[in-house]
């Protein structure tokens, strides 16, 4: 477990929390094994530019090239597991009044370790929705019939993500900015704090004077406003926060 020191003024702010709002960025997922959106970009995708395979211009030119792309990052998706962290913050729902976790990841961790309720900013890569009419489509997919369609409309399908150039869904927004303003603590947990929207929830929290804990291996754009900054991955703090919240021994 991590070395980093809970101070006793966060300690007392997690006792005394009952509406926490967690938004969790790629660094949450990367500790599970899950390659970046970046780093994704090995062996034969390593000549692509990834913003250049996740946008409705590049699905409409060449949705086969897409479609092969997503369907070897859910591969990797599929053989990764939660970490501590997903774990922690699964619990840290059983043991405060109400969580709004907010995630910026494409890949069911937080679902998968037990969280409910969760708010994908950015999608879900093992869902399938129609390009055309946006139902759902559960069916497991592959490329041998070519690009799979819609049964409803024939439209094409695509992943359930948020492409380059598309908006995040502004339900899920509305509500995690509505959490954010209300909330007693925001813990923003492995994102640069860089990709707005979703960045800029804990600068809503921090004006409407909710304290903010931001947990990263490394500063961020947000450290110099958080109220506690804590340094170390998240599968290390986080257990260690929920800790001294259930007044556990850490």
Excluded: K
């Excluded at 359930?160 to 303003?181: C, H, K, N, Q, S």
């Excluded at 947000?222 to 506690?228: E, N, P, Q």
């Amino acid at each position: 477990m991590t070395d980093v020191v809970i101070p006793d003024d966060l300690a007392a702010a997690m006792r005394g929390a009952r509406r926490v709002v967690a938004l969790t960025g790629a660094g949450v997922s990367a500790e599970s094994g899950v390659p970046t959106f970046r780093d994704a970009q090995t062996g034969l995708w390593a000549r692509y530019d990834p913003a250049q395979l996740a946008t409705p211009e590049a699905f409409r030119a060449d949705p086969e090239l897409v479609w092969r792309w997503y369907l070897w990052r859910r591969d990797l998706t599929r053989t990764a597991e939660p970490n501590p962290g997903h774990v922690a913050l699964a619990r840290l729902q059983d043991l405060v009044d109400e969580l709004v976790l907010v995630t910026q990841n494409v890949d069911g961790l937080h679902a998968r370790a037990g969280s409910r309720g969760v708010l994908e900013l950015h999608g879900n890569i093992m869902r399938t929705v129609c390009f055309r009419c946006g139902i759902e489509d559960g069916r497991e997919l592959n490329l041998d019939g070519g690009v799979p369609r819609c049964g409803a409309c024939d439209g094409m399908l695509r992943p359930d993500v948020v492409w380059f150039g598309e908006p995040l869904p502004m339900d899920a927004l509305t509500r995690a900015a509505e959490a954010a303003r209300v909330a007693d603590l925001f813990l923003s947990i492995g994102t640069s704090s860089l990709v707005y929207p979703a960045a800029g929830l804990p600068y809503e929290a921090l004006t409407a004077g909710v304290p903010v804990v931001e947990i990263n291996p490394a500063p961020t754009a947000l450290s110099a406003r958080a109220t506690w900054a804590l340094r170390g991955p998240s599968g290390s703090v986080l257990p260690r926060l929920v800790a001294v919240l259930a007044s556990e021994p850490t």
